[in-house]
């Protein structure tokens, strides 16, 4: 079965970075897409990014362009979510996600796998 676990979070301060994992087993990522997405205390789950594995491409939340990259690692079959330049309204558990695709997908309803998340808190 298809197994997807996030890493990385934690407590940090505004500025910082931090690095988020997303390790798979049970599926290998090479005709996938996967996206991060994040849930802010009592708001609504919303999407951060997504790469499709085929080709590399990538999409970002404008909220998150330019200062979050998310990347691959075939060998691993692990993504990535490289956060820079943290803000408080960053705060949020993070997931993992990923659907079987030719295309990059933002819309969390079309991805059938999850993570069970990571939080990560920036404090000012």
């Known amino acids: 079965q298809v197994q997807l676990v996030e890493s990385g979070g934690g407590l940090v301060q505004a500025g910082a970075s931090v690095r988020l994992s997303c390790a798979a087993s049970?599926?290998?990522?090479?005709?996938?897409?996967t996206g991060w997405f994040r849930q802010p205390p009592g708001k609504e789950r919303e999407f951060v990014a997504a790469?499709?594995?085929?080709?590399?491409?990538?999409m970002y939340a404008d909220s998150v362009k330019g200062r979050f990259t998310i990347s691959r690692d075939r060998a691993k079959n692990t993504v990535y979510l490289q956060m820079n330049s943290l803000k408080p309204e960053d705060t949020a558990v993070y997931y993992c996600a990923a659907e079987r695709s030719p295309r990059l997908i933002a819309r969390p309803n079309d991805y059938d796998y999850w993570g069970q998340g990571t939080q990560v808190t920036v404090s000012s």
């Open positions: 790469i499709n594995w085929s080709v590399g491409s990538t």
């Open positions: 049970g599926v290998t990522f090479s005709s996938y897409v």
